[in-house]
């Protein structure tokens, strides 16, 4: 029997997919990622029967980053990113072994099919999957086929039948334009990102932000915001006066007429036209016009309309919606979230869309009288050939979605049932006035039919006072008219809605990445979020924005990368050669990134006048190992220490406070060594400034305390202090934590595992024996006498903390409690003690331990 895998691009999408197409009829497992299920069944494929196993990604298998020796900030030109630089495919998520897992599962397979999401970045992850599994897939006749992709827009079972009877072949044109717009996304952002972080974080040091990102199209979008913000500070308000008329006729409620002048700009002009107006008593009605006209029901949704909404009438980030949205549909709620298309096409089942909904409280009376009235015809929208628009796939209650996914599902619901329903229709009255030689008018509203409204009650046509009635030639008794005088008022600061609506106006971004730019100038602090989810430039954001300008106009006007975004589109279509257009971009920002460099000293004027130079800034610390003066603790994001003699900054570890170390130091550079805490819970180590930003030892890499320093002899490294082997981690090691005492404490110096131990005790100190049976350092304690712990009175003893059985019970594993999740903890292979390489985990003794884990 042949076996066939089948693909999804999320856990549960796979979940659902296969439940549909067994008919519940599956068995599942866990693969051996731990993340991604596989669930198996037998069925019919290609007029024969096979064995199913449908299983997952978890969104891109590979991500795109250049060979290790190009991500040397200190060693590598920026300028050399641009080509000179080698890229290579990296496995996304290393944890996962998503590699190795498919490899697992597609060994010996004979057909494959692609359940990716049916977008650009779905056909790429298409060809990421095939390049895993095909070298293990078996090979067949060689003119079999053996690939498929399945195209669906929603987890119904009848959208995933129609997909399974209807498998097409994946699109290597739209797979290519992802990979283009990766690597130029890579290459411009990380080589403009590099130089200008090196540049002004060496300068400045209140910048608050621990990178100075460059994107192409983070950045036009932080301009649009910023191009707001100067419209704002440069508007000079000006005075104008609106002449005001009051009428009333009989005992009917004065009415407030608008001037048809609408305002003038000299006070004296509108006092000539109040001593005009106020020598006649009566107004005279000049015309009375009533129309009926129609508010029209919304278009069908689509992904920026959706994040406008709920940026402006839910109060949702672009981001947090889009997960949401995601959440929704990988549960069928709703159909997929990512389309441009505002046009139902002519086989959609919009009447049994609209069936599902008739249960459901808030709009059931909406939806069965459409139903028994009959469906008025959508508004033809756009299609843009992708998916069709967001549409509730089947009921739900909040008590399912929980409130977000709720809120968001209530308005696709009503969206859509709206464009089902016939426009608001209203009535308008205006009547028109002459008070002597002066016209004046006034106008109202009288709801004929509610129409859509009914289920978006926001857009209704609020309820005014009734017109009075009256024909031409009469005449109404003038109550008062007075001139009043106001200002003009200035822009306010881009929401998030209108900003959406800019990128998209100007072909920034796509309608999956556009929540994606909006988040990362939020995240670098170049712009806040304020009431009304409106966008303020910080005073970073601003000075960067006005750099570009001062220097090239282009790197934040939208111009450039809207005509990038095009030749991305003409490559998904087949119409442009991948290669080139790489290529011909490439240089274009390659010239402009030289140009940067050698104009940066005007973009320098601007940074000098907001931000305080870096020799300015901070606090006296420790001593360097060159010239022996204080050097400066700068506190900003990033934090870092800088001598302004030596004209030297040296990086520290984020997220925690910085101390002296007891003014010990370093023997290898004679920098005074610093302490790091993450808190009274947290961990806590010393390390050399120095050393910090420059390994002493190849087995080190940058970043590293003396808690992974493997300098032989060192008090403080490794070597000295380390006890064993991390009973969590496989690459960690347990080190003594010298100044924790009187509660004593060994932390792992690569997770946020704590091992508290020996409380009260006068002094811990690691011993250079080791533990015969787990290769364990013995520590040698020493108790007070009046609080020992140990039997018969005695106050001191040298044993394995994992193995001695006198130690046993003053043993207790925690978890560091991190300012920042990951704060202590850093990436690489760790090395035990270096006299005798890594250490045997405690095996026996991890059950004790786990013992007193909370």
């Known amino acids: 029997m042949k076996t066939v895998l089948m693909v999804a691009e999320k856990p549960s999408l796979a979940q659902s997919i296969a439940k549909i197409l067994s008919k519940g009829n599956c068995t599942s497992r866990k693969g051996l990622n731990g993340a991604c299920s596989v669930h198996e069944y037998t069925g019919s494929f290609q007029g024969q029967t096979v064995r199913f196993k449908m299983t997952s990604v978890c969104g891109h298998v590979m991500s795109l980053d250049f060979i290790g020796k190009y991500n040397n900030w200190d060693k590598v030109d920026p300028a050399e990113l641009f080509s000179k630089a080698l890229t290579e495919k990296k496995e996304a998520n290393p944890k996962l072994n998503m590699v190795k897992f498919l490899q697992v599962?597609?060994?010996?397979?004979?057909?494959?099919?692609?359940?990716?999401?049916?977008?650009?970045?779905?056909?790429?992850?298409?060809?990421?999957?095939?390049?895993?599994?095909?070298?293990?897939?078996?090979?067949?006749s060689g003119r079999e086929r053996s690939v498929y992709r399945a195209k669906f827009s929603s987890i119904t079972d009848t959208d995933i039948w129609k997909a399974m009877n209807g498998l097409g072949e994946p699109n290597r044109n739209e797979a290519l334009s992802v990979d283009a717009r990766q690597e130029l996304d890579l290459r411009i952002g990380c080589a403009f990102t590099r130089f200008q972080t090196k540049y002004f974080q060496g300068k400045y040091g209140n910048l608050d932000s621990s990178l100075i990102s460059f994107g192409p199209c983070q950045t036009p979008t932080l301009g649009f915001c910023v191009e707001r913000h100067d419209k704002i500070q440069s508007f000079k308000p000006e005075t104008y006066w609106v002449l005001q008329a009051k009428v009333f006729k009989g005992k009917d409620s004065p009415l407030t007429l608008d001037w048809n002048r609408v305002r003038v700009f000299d006070r004296e002009v509108g006092q000539m036209f109040v001593n005009l107006t106020k020598t006649f008593w009566e107004a005279q009605v000049e015309s009375v016009s009533k129309k009926e006209k129609a508010k029209q029901r919304p278009q069908a949704l689509n992904t920026v309309e959706m994040l406008r909404v709920a940026s402006s009438a839910l109060g949702m980030g672009p981001q947090h919606t889009m997960q949401i949205a995601e959440r929704l549909y990988t549960q069928g709620y709703i159909s997929y979230p990512r389309t441009e298309t505002t046009h139902y096409p002519e086989n959609f089942d919009l009447k049994g869309t609209l069936e599902q909904q008739t249960n459901n409280p808030f709009w059931a009376e909406e939806v069965k009288a459409l139903l028994s009235t009959g469906l008025n015809r959508p508004r033809k929208g756009t299609d843009a050939g992708d998916h069709p628009p967001i549409t509730p796939m089947r009921a739900a209650s909040e008590r399912e979605l929980g409130s977000d996914g709720w809120r968001l599902y209530d308005y696709i619901t009503r969206h859509f049932i709206a464009t089902l329903s016939q426009d608001c229709k209203y009535l308008q009255t205006t009547i028109d006035f002459n008070i002597?030689?002066?016209?004046?008018?006034?106008?109202?509203?009288?709801?004929?039919?509610?129409?859509?409204?009914?289920?978006?009650?926001?857009?209704?046509?609020?309820?005014?006072?009734?017109?009075?009635?009256?024909?031409?030639?009469?005449?109404?008794?003038?109550?008062?008219?007075?001139?009043?005088?106001?200002?003009?008022?200035?822009?306010?600061?881009?929401?998030?809605?209108?900003?959406?609506?800019?990128?998209?106006?100007?072909?920034?971004?796509?309608?999956?990445?556009?929540?994606?730019?909006?988040?990362?100038?939020?995240?670098?602090?170049?712009?806040?979020?304020?009431?009304?989810?409106?966008?303020?430039?910080?005073?970073?954001?601003?000075?960067?924005?006005?750099?570009?300008y001062k220097t090239d106009a282009e790197l934040v006007l939208p111009t450039i990368r809207s005509a990038v975004e095009k030749q991305l589109t003409l490559i998904s279509l087949g119409k442009a050669n991948y290669q080139q257009v790489l290529q011909h971009t490439l240089d274009i920002f390659k010239r402009k990134f030289h140009y940067f460099v050698d104009s940066i000293p005007s973009m320098d004027e601007l940074m000098e006048v907001s931000f305080s130079p870096i020799a300015a800034t901070g606090k006296p610390l420790s001593r360097c190992g060159k010239c022996h003066r204080f050097m400066k603790y700068i506190q900003a994001k990033p934090s870092r220490l800088h001598c302004s003699h030596c004209d030297e900054t040296y990086s520290l570890p984020q997220n925690g406070a910085i101390k002296l170390y007891k003014e010990l130091r370093c023997p290898l550079d004679d920098f005074e060594l610093v302490l790091w805490t993450s808190g009274a819970r947290g961990k806590s180590y010393p390390l050399c400034p120095y050393c910090f930003s420059n390994p002493p030892f190849r087995d080190m890499k940058k970043g590293m305390g003396c808690n992974e320093c493997t300098h032989p002899s060192c008090q403080h490294s490794l070597n000295s202090l380390g006890i064993g082997q991390c009973v969590e981690c496989d690459s960690g090691v347990l080190v003594l934590d010298p100044i924790s005492g009187p509660k004593w404490r060994m932390a792992c110096?690569?997770?946020?595992?704590?091992?508290?131990?020996?409380?009260?005790?006068?002094?811990?100190?690691?011993?250079?024996?080791?533990?015969?049976?787990?290769?364990?350092?013995?520590?040698?304690?020493?108790?007070?006498?009046?609080?020992?712990?140990?039997?018969?009175?005695?106050?001191?003893?040298?044993?394995?903390?994992?193995?001695?059985?006198?130690?046993?019970?003053?043993?207790?594993?925690?978890?560091?409690?991190?300012r920042h999740r990951g704060g202590g903890a850093r990436r690489g292979r760790g090395r035990g003690r270096g006299r005798r390489g890594n250490p045997k985990k405690p095996k026996d003794k991890m059950a004790a331990l786990a013992a007193y884990f909370v």
């Open 105 to 140: 599962e597609a060994r010996g397979c004979d057909y494959v099919v692609l359940w990716l999401d049916c977008d650009k970045e779905g056909e790429n992850i298409c060809f990421e999957v095939l390049d895993a599994i095909e070298p293990v897939m078996s090979k067949g």
């Open 436 to 548: 002597g030689t002066e016209a004046f008018s006034c106008s109202g509203k009288t709801l004929i039919s509610p129409g859509y409204t009914a289920v978006m009650p926001w857009q209704g046509i609020p309820l005014e006072e009734a017109m009075p009635a009256c024909e031409r030639g009469e005449t109404f008794t003038v109550d008062e008219i007075k001139l009043l005088e106001k200002q003009t008022s200035s822009p306010d600061y881009l929401t998030e809605a209108e900003l959406i609506t800019l990128m998209e106006k100007h072909g920034i971004g796509t309608d999956a990445s556009i929540p994606v730019h909006i988040n990362n100038i939020c995240q670098r602090n170049y712009v806040t979020v304020e009431n009304g989810r409106k966008l303020k430039p910080t005073n970073l954001g601003i000075v960067l924005v006005h750099g570009y």
């Open 749 to 818: 110096n690569k997770c946020n595992v704590v091992v508290h131990f020996f409380e009260h005790a006068h002094r811990v100190q690691v011993a250079q024996e080791s533990c015969d049976a787990c290769d364990a350092s013995l520590v040698a304690v020493d108790f007070n006498k009046t609080r020992t712990p140990l039997p018969a009175g005695e106050t001191q003893h040298t044993g394995c903390v994992f193995c001695d059985l006198v130690f046993q019970d003053l043993v207790e594993l925690k978890h560091a409690t991190m």
